[in-house]
């Protein structure tokens, strides 16, 4: 967990470093296929889970009303922070 | 819109495959995953670092910036004890751990199927501890899949909370896709909070 945070800031030195690279602006196409290559590694460790796959039927209902919920909640209670605390009144964005 | 089929595409052929026994041991092996991830979290850094608005970002950091993590933690413990009255197998305590797992389902399925052994027993502690697992895998999926869609009705804080305590590392390049970079500093903050928070609030829940 710290290393992820550690290799980001390794990343960020060298992209400030090297900020003059014209090269460096594009990098979001490099960052979209990377994020398709961990999706799918995601996958595969799902589906090659047993644990995970033999009791989808029963506990995988159970799991989506709780995953569904707290996804619900959260993005609700960020509307009303956002809204209340960090609209931005004309101005940039 | 077509770039989170895409990203659903490669995650089913990845569940597929998998499932299939169609992929060699090498892909199967954690650390790739793990690298992958670097590789992914140094381009995030590379992005940041050449950003030419990084100055402006740094100092755009606040106290009220708190209320970030305290929505998604708030929010999530709300939703999760109202379902707790559809799910009648679990009391609203259980619920309440398997939503302060936060997308952290590694964590939170140790956590919970080991706290709750000595009071209901190892096969319905581990069962529990499975539907942590899935909760809050499915949860990670959605704050990946998503995150387009949270953006467009929810403002540009939603991809963020939905994502919990991945924000700093998993779904933070998703989020810098979605929600720009000036964001990233408020999703790592954010992600550090509600990971410390997982197994203090997952182990209160537990003891109730």
Known sequence: MFTVIGIMFAGIAAGYLLRSVSILQKIGKPISYTIFALLFLLGASVGTNPQIINNLSTLGLQALLIAVATTLGSVCMAKIVYHFFFEKKGGEK | ?208
């Open chain 2, 1 to 208: 819109m077509i770039g989170s089929i895409i990203v659903v595409g490669f995650f089913i052929l990845g569940c597929l495959l998998g499932w299939a026994g169609l992929l060699p041991d090498w892909i199967m092996d954690a650390d790739l995953s793990m690298y992958v991830l670097y590789a992914l979290m140094f381009q995030v850094g590379l992005s940041i670092g050449s950003d030419k608005k990084l100055k402006d970002i740094l100092r755009s950091i606040r106290p009220k910036l708190l209320l970030v993590p305290l929505a998604t933690i708030s929010g999530s413990l709300l939703f999760a004890a109202l379902i707790s009255l559809v799910i009648s197998r679990w009391s609203v305590f259980d619920c309440l751990a398997l939503g302060s797992g936060f997308a952290y389902y590694s964590l939170s399925s140790i956590l919970i199927t080991q706290l709750k052994e000595p009071s209901l027993g190892i096969q319905i502690a581990s069962e529990l501890g499975t539907i942590a697992l899935i909760a809050n895998i499915l949860r990670e999926i959605f704050a990946l899949l998503g995150a387009p869609i949270f953006l467009k009705y929810f403002g540009r804080l939603a991809p963020i909370c939905a994502g919990g305590a991945t924000t700093m590392d998993t779904t933070l390049p998703i989020i810098t896709r979605y929600c720009g970079n000036d964001l990233v500093f408020v999703s790592i903050f954010h992600g550090i909070l509600v990971d410390f928070s997982v197994p203090f609030l997952v182990s209160f829940f537990c003891q109730l």
